[in-house]
């Protein structure tokens, strides 16, 4: 009886869990991993990587936190077209190993320091909120710094994500190939450009 009990328990406790999960995707939450769960992913899967690089003390990541990354349709290209990494750039603490190259979590000072990957992936230009495309293999698409809105951030990651970028500019490509998801988009430029 008492074993019941706790089976029962267990399966509501799972059922409960995925529809939380599942409620958060339909509100259009991201779906976070870390860097280490996209380089197993990407062993069977292949997808663009996607790099949220932030800190804690950093206010406009926590805009684009709340405005940017909570945006259904921001969301939605990211689930699909991407594995979306966040990044601490000042917590993370684990080596991270991408193609035989080791990447340390360097102190500056007693308790404070920079991850390498995070310098090696802003290029050693320290500006936060900074995001990253990386190719399917890690390589190097582009960083973008700076707090950028939802409609104009839908742009930038739909123009990686259709690998738009590999044969024009993104200019031509919001004149030409970009549907804009939002109704009063209208006619706006790619974000300052």
């Known amino acids: ?99 035989g190259t080791t990447f340390k979590f360097i102190e500056t000072s007693p308790g404070k320091g920079i991850h390498q990957l995070a310098a090696a992936l802003l290029q050693n230009q320290l500006s936060y909120p900074t995001v990253v495309f990386l190719s399917e293999d890690f390589g190097m698409i582009s960083p973008m710094a700076g707090f950028k809105k939802p409609e104009e951030f839908h742009v930038s990651i739909s123009f990686v994500a259709s690998d738009a970028f590999k044969r024009t500019d993104i200019n ?8 804009s998801p939002y109704a009063n988009a209208g006619s706006r430029d790619s974000g300052g450009r």
Not at 54 to 77: H, L, N
């Open 1 to 99: 009886m008492k074993q019941s009990k706790y089976l029962l328990l267990l399966f509501i406790a799972a059922a409960f869990s995925s529809w939380a999960q599942t409620a958060e995707e339909a509100k259009g939450a991201v779906t976070w991993m870390t860097i280490e769960e996209a380089l197993e992913k990407s062993k069977t899967e292949k997808r663009k990587i996607f790099v949220d690089v932030y800190t804690d003390w950093c206010g406009w990541c926590k805009v684009m936190d709340r405005e940017t990354f909570s945006d259904p349709e921001v969301a939605k290209v990211l689930n699909e077209k991407f594995y979306a990494v966040k990044l601490n750039a000042e917590k993370k603490k684990e080596d991270v190993v991408i193609h």
């Open 172 to 179: 031509t490509y919001v004149k030409n190939e970009y549907k």
